[in-house]
């Protein structure tokens, strides 16, 4: 059974802190990578895809990736109260058609 | 630029009756997903189409659903005699094949509220 596994959370950061949400998934295959963000009612968003290893930047948001330890996590700098929402890591399994998506993890941005 | 598009937005349904769900993906996208998320739970997938064909279903119960992906129209994912356990969001979301890229798109889900 391949898993996605996260930290349910909530994690709660005050503002302007940097929030790390942590991700690892069990497909050593997996070579495609995703955070979204879903707010309480809403449908998810994909804000960062990440394919090879290492650090991908895209405006306050960090995606990271390490095969070798088979984690990703995402780091949201400057951390605002509208980052408040459920964040799901998702991994492409080994054929690629397929994501496998984590239960999310709660944050919690305190103004 | 239109997304995914899903209707309709809130269905109500009694116990036994059938629910409807449509889906249109992302101009350019051929690939169609559908997952279900009860309150305060992730999201489960379901099924994986592509047009006229069903690339994987294990997520969908054996009774009682059923989706397709015509040539032409939406994608529907139809429930027959719903229960109060069925009563849930359903997101469908889109994705184009590209490479190693499979990013999906969702839509603004549908909630189903069986009485």
């Known amino acids: 059974q391949k898993e996605v596994e996260q930290n349910s959370g909530p994690l709660s950061v005050p503002e302007g802190a940097i929030a790390s949400l942590n991700c690892t998934y069990s497909?050593?295959?997996?070579?495609?990578f995703f955070w979204y963000r879903q707010y309480s009612g809403k449908s998810p968003e994909l804000i960062m895809s990440i394919y090879s290893n290492g650090d991908k930047e895209d405006g306050r948001f960090t995606a990271q990736l390490n095969k070798a330890s088979q984690y990703v996590s995402l780091l949201i700098r400057d951390s605002q109260p509208s980052d408040s929402a459920t964040y799901l890591c998702?991994?492409?399994?080994?054929?690629?058609?397929?994501?496998?998506f984590g239960a999310g993890t709660r944050l919690f941005v305190k103004a | 630029n239109a997304g995914v598009m899903q209707n309709p937005r809130h269905l109500v349904r009694r116990r036994g009756q059938e629910a409807r769900l449509r889906c249109s993906p992302m101009?350019?996208?051929?690939?169609v997903y559908w997952y279900r998320q009860l309150p305060e739970e992730g999201l489960k997938f379901m099924v994986y189409?592509?047009?006229?064909?069903?690339?994987?279903e294990s997520g969908m119960p054996k009774e009682r659903f059923s989706a397709e992906f015509p040539k032409e129209g939406p994608s529907i994912l139809r429930i027959q005699q719903v229960v109060r356990g069925d009563s849930a969001a359903y997101f469908c979301?889109?994705?184009?094949?590209?490479?190693?890229?499979?990013?999906?798109?969702f839509g603004p889900g549908t909630r189903l509220t069986v009485t």
């Open positions: 101009k350019g996208h051929s690939h």
């Open positions: 998702a991994v492409g399994d080994t054929g690629g058609f397929k994501t496998i």
């Open positions: 497909d050593r295959g997996s070579q495609s």
């Open positions: 189409l592509q047009k006229e064909n069903i690339i994987d």
């Open positions: 979301a889109s994705s184009s094949a590209s490479g190693i890229s499979y990013e999906q798109y």
